[in-house]
C-alpha cells in the first residue's frame, strides 16, 4: 500500500495523510528485497500525480489527487506558520 502525505514534518504522525493505493502483484520476498520506484509530481495548479512502479516485474500504479482532500484550512495555516522565516 502507498500512503501519500502531505509532508511539512520529518515525523510521519506529523504529516497530513492526503490518500493512498495499493501496488498489486508483488511477488513474496524478504523485507526490503523489492525495490520501487515511487514518483511525485504537482503542478502550477495543486494538482498531485502519484506513481509507483515495481522494479522486479514493471508492475505499476497510479493515481492523481486533485484539490486539498482532507486537509482543513487551519491544518493549511497551522503548515504555513511551520515554514515561515
Known amino acids: 500500500m502507498i500512503r501519500n502525505l502531505a509532508v511539512d514534518s520529518y515525523e510521519v504522525k506529523d504529516n497530513i495523510f ?3 493505493f495499493t501496488l498489486y502483484g ?3 520476498a524478504p ?3 523489492q525495490k520501487m520506484k515511487i514518483c511525485f509530481s504537482i503542478d502550477a495548479n495543486g494538482i498531485l500525480d502519484v506513481s509507483a512502479e515495481l522494479l522486479s516485474n514493471g508492475n505499476k500504479r497510479s493515481m492523481v ?3 486539498s ?3 482543513s ?3 493549511i495555516e497551522k503548515m504555513l506558520k511551520k ?3
Do not use: F
Open 18 to 20: 492526503l490518500d493512498k
Open 26 to 28: 508483488v511477488p513474496p
Open 31 to 33: 523485507a526490503r528485497e
Open 65 to 67: 489527487i486533485a484539490g
Open 69 to 71: 482532500g482532507n486537509v
Open 73 to 75: 484550512k487551519d491544518d
Open 83 to 85: 515554514i515561515e522565516v
